[in-house]
C-alpha cells in the first residue's frame, strides 16, 4: 500500500516561512491535498491538487510537488496558523484507495 | 451552503456493529460531480481514510477495513451511512464525514466520538 510520511513537528518564528513536506514513492505523478486541523475542529482543505488554494484560503498557502517530495508553504506565518497538517492522495495504482500522511503539528515559536 | 452532520449512538460494545448516518443539506447526494466518504481520527492521532460512497451506489473500501465495513447512500433522504462490524477498542475514533471533489475533501462534517467498550 501507498505511504505518505511526514515529520511529526516543525516550528517557525511568526512572519517567517514554513515548509511542510510529504514524502511518497514517485509523488510527483499525484494530485496532493493538504488539510488543517485546529484543536477539537474537523479539518480544513488549504491546498488541492498541488498547489491550487479553495476559496478563502489566504495566498499565504502555497503548494509544490515533484519527484518524492510535495512540500505545503505558508509564508508569513501567524499564530493562527498553529496546527495539525495532513497531505493526502488517491492511490492511483490501486482501485480507489485513499491516503493520509501521519500529519505535521506546526508550532509557532 | 452545504452542510454535513454525522449521527449515530456514542458508545458501542466490543464485538458489535457501529453505524453512523451522514446527513447531507443545502445541496443533493445525488449529484455526479461529487462523492461522499468516511474518515475517522483516533483520539491523539491521525486521519484514516475508511471509504467512499458515489451517488450511484459504487463503493471503496480502505483495504485494512474492508471486511468489516459497508458504506450506502439513501438519496431519497440525502443521507449515506457507516456500518463498521466487529469492533474493538482500537476503533475508538472521532467519525467524520465528507464530500470530495477530485479526489480532495472541501466540506467536512464537525465528527462524531465513537468510543467503543463494554
Known amino acids: 500500500s501507498y505511504v505518505l510520511t511526514q515529520p511529526p513537528s516543525v516550528s517557525v518564528a511568526p512572519g517567517q516561512t514554513a515548509r511542510i513536506t510529504c514524502g511518497g514513492n514517485?509523488?510527483?505523478?499525484?494530485?496532493v491535498h493538504w488539510y488543517q486541523q485546529k484543536p477539537g475542529q474537523a479539518p480544513v482543505l488549504v491546498v488541492y491538487d498541488d498547489s491550487d488554494r479553495p476559496s478563502g484560503i489566504p495566498e499565504r498557502f502555497s503548494g509544490s510537488n515533484s519527484g518524492n517530495t510535495a512540500t505545503l508553504t505558508i509564508s508569513r506565518v501567524e499564530a493562527g496558523d498553529e496546527a495539525d497538517y495532513y497531505c493526502q492522495v488517491w492511490d492511483s495504482s490501486s482501485d480507489h484507495v485513499e491516503v493520509f500522511g501521519g500529519g505535521t503539528k506546526l508550532t509557532v515559536l | 451552503q452545504l452542510q454535513l452532520q454525522e449521527s449515530g449512538p456514542g458508545l458501542v460494545k466490543p464485538s458489535e456493529t457501529l453505524s453512523l448516518t451522514c446527513t447531507v443539506s443545502?445541496?443533493?447526494?445525488?449529484?455526479?460531480?461529487?462523492?461522499w466518504g468516511w474518515i475517522r481520527q483516533p483520539p491523539g492521532k491521525g486521519l484514516e481514510w475508511i471509504g467512499s460512497i458515489y451517488y450511484s451506489g459504487s463503493t471503496y473500501y480502505n483495504p485494512s477495513l474492508k471486511s468489516r465495513v459497508t458504506i450506502s447512500v439513501d438519496t431519497s433522504k440525502n443521507q449515506f451511512s457507516l456500518k463498521l462490524s466487529s469492533v474493538t477498542a482500537a476503533d475508538t475514533a472521532v467519525y467524520y464525514c465528507a464530500r470530495a471533489h477530485g479526489y480532495s475533501y472541501g466540506y467536512w462534517g464537525q465528527g462524531t466520538l465513537v468510543t467503543v467498550s463494554s
Open positions: 443545502g445541496g443533493s447526494i445525488s449529484s455526479s460531480s461529487y462523492y
Open positions: 514517485n509523488i510527483g505523478s499525484k494530485s
